[in-house]
């Protein structure tokens, strides 16, 4: 991930940490993950953020326990206020129903996201401080793969703020097939 100023001016860079099985055929796992200080706005603005791809969120190869909540964790000890996520998330709906439900978001799959943060929410460790979380998720169709067939994205980009002993807060979300 390469994120990039209003300038054009690359801030920061990243890999990802946690590998999906099919990346483990072309990529390597990075350093760790991703947090710093990004300008944002003008005038000098900055805010402290941290950055995953995808498998990032999930338990370490699926092998760790699912409360290990590594990235959450990760990203509340760095104090971030923005978490930025690219997403290449997937979906069992097949090309018709996809096509029917191309506006609707996949209010499962955002589940499954907030779930992965609940350290951020949690009342005994969250956070007093907002977080917001920007979800760039993948649309469309890829082709097949041997391990599980048709390869379709979940959409369902959005933005959402998490607070300790609040409910999410979804500022913007696009369907299951919008792109933006």
């Known amino acids: 991930m390469v994120i990039v100023s209003a300038a054009g001016d690359v801030v920061a860079h990243y890999r990802k940490s946690f590998l999906y099985y099919t990346d483990e055929t072309w990529a390597q796992e990075g350093s760790g993950f991703y947090a710093g200080v990004l300008p944002i706005g003008g005038a000098g603005q900055q805010v402290k953020a941290a950055a995953g791809i995808c498998m990032d ?3 370490y190869k699926f092998q760790a326990p699912w409360t290990a909540y590594e990235f959450a964790n990760y990203a ?29 978001p996949d209010m499962n799959t955002i589940a499954y996201w907030v779930e992965r943060f609940r350290p ?25 793969c041997p391990r599980i067939g048709e390869v379709k994205y979940a ?8 607070k300790q002993g609040q409910e999410v807060r979804i500022w913007d979300i696009f369907g299951r097939a919008q792109e933006g």
């Not at 509340?76 to 996809?98: D, G, N, P």
């Not at 979380?133 to 169709?141: L, Q, S």
């Open 120 to 144: 951020l929410m949690d009342n005994a460790t969250g956070v007093e401080q907002e977080v917001i979380i920007v979800c760039a998720n993948r649309t469309g169709a890829e082709g097949l």
């Open 57 to 59: 969120i999930n338990p």
């Open 155 to 162: 959409g369902s980009s959005c933005v959402m703020a998490l």
């Open 76 to 104: 509340r000890a760095a104090r971030a206020q923005v978490v930025i996520l690219s997403m290449a998330w997937l979906t069992h709906l097949s090309h018709e129903e996809l096509a029917e439900q191309a506006m609707a």
